[in-house]
């Protein structure tokens, strides 16, 4: 696929990094401000991808319909930024397989549906800030994933078309979005994997590892 992508494209929760720990202590300290105890961080994995949603669905039980999501999700984003980077990592083999990329003088660069005031801080505290060859965030577009609105905008920073990208990702709507722009696609099956089976998914590959992401670098 080397060949074939002359820019990688990656999702980040879920993809790049596991942030799933630090969302997870975020959405515990809300229930902690509801006089609940917390959750194991375990419970809160499948939907990291989600935000907000996803995370006081699980912590509360709360829709962004519930008259008390909104103050409910201020106060998460807020712990969430004030400890962005307490437990987040890069997957195992994810640093390496940059560098390979690097190497292959491919660029490389994150779309992800994360606001960008978290989105910036986050790929600078990990130490990605200035490799990544394009940074789009979910309000960097007014429609984000599953729209294609946000790749488009990636190919249009590297001056590329889709068919010449490839984007990587852990849920469903990144893959959408990827067919919708007419890019390649692969399913990250290490990653959050929301509900929905990843081999149901219309991904143009399927991998269970960043191995087995390297393999479809080198082929």
């Given at each position: 696929?080397?060949?074939?992508?002359?820019?990688?494209?990656?999702?980040?929760?879920?993809?790049?990094?596991?942030?799933?720990?630090?969302?997870?202590?975020?959405?515990?300290?809300?229930?902690?401000?509801?006089?609940?105890?917390?959750?194991?961080?375990?419970?809160?994995?499948?939907?990291?991808?989600?935000?907000?949603?996803?995370?006081?669905?699980?912590?509360?039980?709360?829709?962004?319909?519930?008259?008390?999501?909104?103050?409910?999700?201020?106060?998460?984003?807020?712990?969430?930024?004030?400890?962005?980077?307490?437990?987040?990592?890069?997957?195992?083999?994810?640093?390496?397989?940059?560098?390979?990329?690097?190497?292959?003088?491919?660029?490389?660069?994150?779309?992800?549906?994360?606001?960008?005031?978290?989105?910036?801080?986050?790929?600078?505290?990990?130490?990605?800030?200035?490799?990544?060859?394009?940074?789009?965030?979910?309000?960097?577009?007014?429609?984000?994933?599953?729209?294609?609105?946000?790749?488009?905008?990636?190919?249009?920073?590297?001056?590329?078309?889709?068919?010449?990208?490839?984007?990587?990702?852990?849920?469903?709507?990144?893959?959408?979005?990827?067919?919708?722009?007419?890019?390649?696609?692969?399913?990250?099956?290490?990653?959050?994997?929301?509900?929905?089976?990843?081999?149901?998914?219309?991904?143009?590959?399927?991998v269970a590892s960043v191995a087995d992401l390297r393999t479809l670098l080198d082929a």
């Amino acid at each position: 696929m080397s060949g074939i992508a002359q820019a990688w494209l990656f999702d980040l929760d879920g993809t790049l990094a596991d942030t799933a720990p630090d969302l997870g202590h975020a959405a515990n300290q809300v229930r902690a401000e509801c006089g609940l105890r917390p959750l194991p961080l375990a419970d809160y994995r499948s939907v990291a991808s989600s935000g907000a949603r996803g995370l006081l669905g699980v912590a509360l039980g709360m829709t962004p319909e519930h008259p008390d999501y909104a103050p409910h999700r201020d106060s998460f984003l807020a712990h969430y930024r004030s400890q962005l980077a307490l437990h987040t990592r890069l997957f195992p083999g994810i640093a390496e397989f940059l560098l390979a990329l690097e190497l292959k003088h491919l660029r490389w660069g994150v779309v992800t549906n994360k606001a960008a005031w978290l989105t910036h801080p986050l790929m600078e505290a990990l130490g990605l800030g200035t490799r990544a060859a394009c940074i789009i965030s979910g309000d960097s577009t007014p429609n984000p994933k599953p729209a294609p609105d946000s790749l488009f905008l990636a190919c249009s920073q590297l001056h590329l078309k889709p068919a010449d990208c490839v984007y990587v990702g852990d849920d469903l709507r990144d893959i959408d979005a990827a067919r919708a722009a007419g890019m390649p696609s692969i399913a990250a099956g290490w990653g959050y994997l929301g509900d929905t089976r990843i081999q149901d998914w219309p991904a143009n590959h399927v991998v269970a590892s960043v191995a087995d992401l390297r393999t479809l670098l080198d082929a």
